[in-house]
């Protein structure tokens, strides 16, 4: 027997209650009003639990609602009827992609949940050939993996990515999606051609650079803030069979990162370029072999690390089978302009969709291990070039001296390739470098642990602040607008306006933490 609503009301008041969490939760009428909307799809007001979760594993926020939609409509309609409750209900609502954040982003703590992925399938996705053109439309809820799956069928696939596929296009989108092709396509925000939102009032709105486009420029890395993104046009390039997939090591910082912004200016270079950084692990040459060859054995076997940080170039060239002996030149040609040392250099060549899906692969191991659904206290941050060598020397050389629990990822980007209408907010500078501290904590105490993880990111923030790095947050979790209006800086206005303008109640995406219900002043 299902529990009744009122039962669910009860219960959630008591979670909250023992939970020691402060905030206002919608009455019974207000819950049975949502269950008397005429809807294709459902809500659940039990079992709200999974909705409570996402991959940072820190934050648990129990929403008193789960919209199941059926179409989009019942987005519309759902936000109608939550907009006509007015300021003094407490009601939010957030659109959950996959769950995927870090901090309670996609949570709302006593208001609705819209599940996206209700809305997602393969009979969604429709790829337009269009000529020289070519774009898929996708849903909102949709995960990266399926629209790669479906738009390679057509011998086609999006130009921008992020590391890891399982991720969903709105929610992606809702940030700014990097990759290693960002230098050249500039991140998924940049690939987007139309968007279809249900904004804060109920309004369903296709909006594009010609129309509509101060909702669409919004939307794009505006954290959830302005509608719930639909459907997205996302432009597509054709898809190579096959990548090689190169690894190279450095021990100079200095000569890691003139190289790679080298290549990413370069007009001959490679198709992905990243970086990571290694710290006191050894043998790392011999995990790399299970799936990478060494270009020479005998010298990759006497390989010695002389220090402790070491920097990883990550590259591929994409290629088709008749093209090979074309791709081994042009990267010959390209490794020859580098300063890596020379007995490190690996590779292998796999499909393009295996590359793409690599992230999945670990993630397949990590389950198996119990070591997917830990906590994940990650810090991603967006440092100016003119900055990265203070930030490595203080970050490497001090602050994680001895330790840190996963991988460290930093490469450059270049500005030119963001467009500065979105909402997504990076550093005033040409080339920029994406550092990010993918820690894992599976352990309560000691290096393992979320606070031992959360001390070194504290003290990697506060140096940057207090050498004036110029850094900004990237997936930002601040918690109050203050720290938020300092993020966005001069951007803070536009951003305020338009939420004012497409969300004027507040209602939408509360774990960001921007606009706490009913804020906005009213006259604005
Ligand atoms: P959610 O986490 O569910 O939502 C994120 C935010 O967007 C929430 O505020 C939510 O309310 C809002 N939202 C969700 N869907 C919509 C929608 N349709 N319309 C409007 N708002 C919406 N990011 C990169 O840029 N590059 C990477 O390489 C990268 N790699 C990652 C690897 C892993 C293993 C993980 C876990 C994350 C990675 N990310 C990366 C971060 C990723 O962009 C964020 O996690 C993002 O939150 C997407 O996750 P999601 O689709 O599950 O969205």
């Known amino acids: 027997m299902k529990p009744s609503l009122e039962h669910c009301f ?55 609602a789960v919209l199941h939609p059926g179409s989009v409509s019942d987005i519309a309609t759902t936000l109608r009827h939550v907009f006509s409750l007015g300021e003094r209900s407490p009601l939010t609502v957030a659109a959950r992609g996959h769950g995927h954040s870090l901090m309670g982003q996609s949570q709302a703590a006593g208001g609705i949940v819209v599940r996206m992925e209700s809305l997602r399938g393969s009979d969604r996705l429709q790829v337009v050939h269009g000529g020289m053109s070519p774009f898929v439309d996708a849903p909102g809820g949709e995960l990266w993996i399926n629209v790669l799956h479906e738009t390679l069928k057509h011998g086609l696939a999006p130009k921008s990515w992020t590391d890891y596929l399982h991720l969903t296009v709105g929610g992606t989108l809702s940030n700014a999606g990097v990759s290693g092709q960002a230098f050249r396509h500039g991140p998924q925000v940049s690939n987007v051609n139309q968007l279809e939102i249900v904004t804060g009032r109920g309004d369903v709105v296709t909006c594009s650079p010609e129309e509509n486009s101060d909702l ?101 060239k994409n290629f088709n089978s008749d093209e090979a002996d074309i791709m081994e030149q042009e990267v010959t040609a390209l490794l020859s302009r580098l300063r890596y040392i020379r007995s490190t250099l690996f590779h292998t060549d796999v499909t393009y969709l295996e590359f793409l899906d690599r992230v999945h692969t670990s993630e397949v191991k990590l389950r198996a291990q119990g070591l997917w659904e830990v906590p994940h206290p990650w810090l991603n941050l967006l440092i100016p070039r003119s900055s990265i060598q203070r930030f490595a020397k203080e970050v490497f050389g001090k602050i994680l001296k001895d330790s840190n629990n996963g991988p460290i990822l930093l490469y450059p980007v270049n500005k030119s390739k963001w467009d500065n209408r979105t909402s997504v ?16 904590a599976p352990s309560l105490s000691g290096h393992g642990s979320v606070a031992h993880a959360m001390n070194l990111n504290n003290q990697i923030v506060e140096f940057c602040e207090e050498a004036d790095i110029g850094m900004k947050q990237y997936l930002a979790p601040y918690t109050t607008q203050q720290q938020w209006k300092a993020h966005f800086g001069a951007r803070w206005e536009t951003f305020e306006r338009r939420k004012h303008t497409y969300d004027p109640l507040a209602i939408l995406a509360p774990g960001q933490k921007i606009f706490p219900k009913a804020s906005l002043p009213l006259s604005l």
């Open 216 to 316: 669409f420029y919004a939307a794009l890395g505006g954290l959830g803030q302005f509608g719930i993104i639909t459907r997205a046009r996302i432009a597509l390039e054709p898809a190579p069979k096959m990548v090689r997939w190169i690894r190279v090591l450095y021990s100079d910082f200095a000569s890691f990162t003139e190289d790679q912004e080298m290549l990413i200016m370069a007009e001959n270079t490679f198709d992905y370029i990243e970086g990571f950084v290694i710290i006191n692990r050894t043998g790392i040459l011999n995990n790399w072999r299970t799936s990478f060859k060494p270009q020479d054995p005998v010298q990759a076997s006497r390989f010695q690390p002389d220090g402790r940080v070491l920097y990883c170039l990550e590259l591929t």
């Open 425 to 440: 907010v990076i550093p005033d500078e040409e080339i920029f470098y994406l550092v990010g501290f993918l820690s894992s």
């Open 10 to 64: 009860k219960l959630m008041l008591l979670l909250l209650a023992l939970g020691g969490v402060t905030m206002h939760v919608p009455d019974a009428d207000v819950l049975s009003s949502l269950g008397a909307l005429r809807l294709d799809g459902h809500f659940s007001f039990h079992d709200t639990s999974a909705m409570a979760r996402d991959f940072g594993n820190r934050c648990s926020l129990l929403p008193a």
